[in-house]
């Protein structure tokens, strides 16, 4: 019942490119677009909490129609993208209704950051603060959780961009070159611990089209020193107060929708998945939960097909 939490800068776009982290390069620009991310565990590891996420949209693109973050994270936003007291507060109103309806105290070890300071007591979770200036050394969070943390995000983010280009068929680019005219033969279409991830992280870099990539340990830890909370100014106050956060409630641009996936084409997919999962024995267990996931759908499947319309009760 001993929980700590920090939060720490992500810049969730941003490539391995030492190049672009130093210098302005002409027609490419370094993403820089950042989330601040807070985590929180217990001491014994066994409770992870939800990932608190703070963006700068109120809804971004990404999100798309039907699309629910707070299944996967807690979604908050403000212009910079910080960690505020007024977040913070709402974080720690929902971690002590958690705890009451659980009738569980805890105690929460925290940084001294100006963000984290409620302004109330609660009721099943006491706050303890850490010593200023020692956070580094004492935190666990800072001990390197936080960069356990990055190091499989980094880990899964080159793996995307490698698996992404290595997805396209060889067929697909094929038909695309015809398309353009500019050839007239079709291709031949017969062809058918911590030190361990950062020799994967590296391996895969190699793989991207940089010029001068960076090394692993440099990718990881390259958003650790980013602000991620500031104490606002009471000018700054009034005026979040006057206009809210109205101009970044939804990102330039909009996605074109997605039509939602229908009972029967997820059957399908489903489907497709228990094939292989019974083909491929490193996946063997996945099997049990995807046959509960099927009997669900056909379950699903089946109650439509008997639903009646009203045409029905006129019919012989």
């Not at 004492?138 to 992404?164: C, E, T, W």
Request: proline share 5%.
């Amino acid at each position: 019942d001993v929980f700590n939490m920090d939060e720490t800068a992500l810049f969730f776009k941003l490539e391995p490119d030492s190049t672009l982290a130093t210098a302005p390069v002409k027609g490419k620009k370094k993403s820089k677009e950042r989330i601040t991310v807070a985590l929180c565990a217990n001491a014994t590891g066994s409770e992870k909490l939800k990932p608190l996420v703070i963006g700068r949209a109120k809804r971004p693109r990404c999100f798309t129609k039907g699309y629910c973050p707070s299944s996967y994270v807690d979604y908050k936003f403000n212009k910079k993208a910080w960690m505020t007291g007024i977040v913070f507060a709402d974080w720690m109103t929902d971690l002590n209704t958690r705890m009451m309806m659980a009738n569980r105290r805890v105690l929460l070890l925290l940084d001294n950051a100006s963000s984290h300071t409620p302004g109330v007591t609660f009721s099943h979770v006491t706050l303890r603060f850490l010593p200023p200036n020692t956070t580094s050394h004492i935190q666990p969070m800072d001990a390197g959780i936080i960069r356990n943390f990055k190091l499989f995000y980094r880990q899964q983010h080159v793996r995307h961009l490698v698996r992404s280009w290595g997805s396209v068929k060889r067929e697909t680019i094929s038909n695309c070159w015809r398309h353009t005219g500019l050839t007239s033969q079709p291709l031949n279409d017969t062809l058918d611990s911590e030190s361990s991830v950062r020799e994967d992280i590296a391996e895969l870099t190699s793989q991207l089209p940089i010029k001068n990539p960076m090394n692993a340990a440099d990718f990881i830890a390259v958003d650790d020193t980013e602000q991620t909370s500031d104490e606002l100014t009471d000018g700054e106050i009034v005026l979040i107060a006057m206009n809210g956060n109205d101009e970044d409630e939804e990102e330039d641009g909009e996605d074109p929708p997605r039509p939602p996936v229908t009972t029967k084409e997820c059957h399908i997919c489903v489907d497709n998945i228990i094939r292989y999962c019974e083909e491929n024995r490193d996946f063997e267990k996945h099997l049990t939960p995807m046959l509960s996931l099927l009997k669900d759908i056909e379950c699903k499947r089946t109650n439509v097909k008997k639903q009646k319309t009203m045409f029905d009760f006129f019919k012989k």
